[in-house]
């Protein structure tokens, strides 16, 4: 089970830590992503970092200013959002796969998500 906070309402330029939690003994094996949906649109990836923390991928849209990290022994995922843009608008997941040691970038890849929090950028 996956709970992601840490949105909110926040000024463009301005800058958001989301985190996602696991209850999960074994999380130290799981890939995490993050992925987010607006209004209309289709879920769409953002970011991705392996279970060692060793490798992140990110989505072109946030390259530069989204940067993930993982603690391990607190079970968390951060994604640390900087230079926040009004279309980073959208509800965020997290999302959770076992043993892989490589980033996936696509929703089916993923076997537990998150409820996901709100983020809203005011321009």
């Known amino acids: 089970q996956l709970q992601a906070s840490g949105g909110g309402l926040v000024q463009a330029g301005g800058s958001l830590r989301l985190s996602c939690v696991t209850s999960?003994?074994?999380?130290?094996?799981?890939?995490v992503g993050w992925f987010r949906q607006s209004p209309g649109k289709e879920r769409e990836f953002v970011a991705a970092?392996?279970?060692?923390?060793?490798?992140?991928y990110y989505a072109d849209s946030v390259k530069g200013r989204f940067t993930l990290s993982r603690d391990n022994a607190k079970n968390t995922v951060y994604l640390q959002m900087n230079s926040l843009k009004p279309e980073d608008t959208a509800v965020y997941y997290c999302?959770?796969?076992?043993?892989?040691?490589?980033?996936?970038?696509?929703?089916?890849?993923?076997?537990?998500w998150g409820q996901g929090t709100l983020v809203t950028v005011s321009s």
């Open positions: 999302a959770a796969k076992a043993y892989t040691t490589v980033v996936h970038t696509t929703t089916r890849e993923y076997d537990y």
């Open positions: 999960a003994r074994t999380f130290s094996i799981y890939g």
């Open positions: 970092i392996t279970w060692s923390g060793g490798r992140t």
